[in-house]
């Protein structure tokens, strides 16, 4: 049984897609990017301020589904320039806790919106029997 995950806190979905989707205690999350909720534009500043915004998008979703950040287990990060790696291990250090999730991070060509970057990934979610 799949439940559809859909939160106002976090971007609606632009294309034929859910904000993320949970089978069982597992939740698959759509990319995010850096669009600010309550406008549906992309975040005003640089780099940093676009990864911030991704990463507090997909707590909004996280959270919807019933759990954490940290409770993700795979992270994949898509970047239009990969000179911002070490921009994102910063951010990411200050929204995940140790055990970090599994992840993969790749240059693209290019990204919805022309945004820099894109973050989809995979929670477990608790047992709670």
């Known amino acids: 049984m799949k439940t559809i995950i859909n939160t106002?806190?976090?971007?609606?979905?632009?294309?034929?897609?859910?904000?993320?989707?949970?089978?069982?205690?597992?939740?698959y999350l759509s990319g995010q990017i850096p669009l600010?909720?309550?406008?549906?534009?992309?975040?005003?500043?640089?780099?940093?301020?676009?990864?911030?915004?991704?990463?507090?998008?997909?707590?909004?979703?996280?959270?919807?589904?019933?759990?954490?950040?940290?409770d993700m287990v795979k992270?994949?990060?898509f970047l239009q320039d990969l000179e911002n790696f070490a921009i994102v291990n910063e951010v990411?250090?200050?929204?995940?806790?140790?055990?970090y999730p599994a992840r993969?991070?790749?240059q693209v060509a290019r990204l919805p919106k022309d945004v820099d970057i894109e973050i989809d990934g995979i929670m477990e979610l608790p047992s709670t029997n």
């Open 92 to 99: 990411m250090s200050e929204y995940f806790t140790a055990p």
């Open 75 to 77: 992270v994949n990060i």
């Open 36 to 70: 600010v909720p309550e406008t549906m534009t992309v975040i005003e500043g640089g780099f940093a301020e676009q990864a911030h915004q991704v990463f507090k998008n997909l707590v909004a979703v996280c959270e919807a589904a019933g759990g954490e950040l940290n």
């Open 104 to 106: 993969a991070a790749v």
């Open 8 to 27: 106002d806190a976090a971007p609606s979905a632009i294309g034929t897609y859910s904000q993320a989707v949970k089978v069982n205690n597992t939740v």
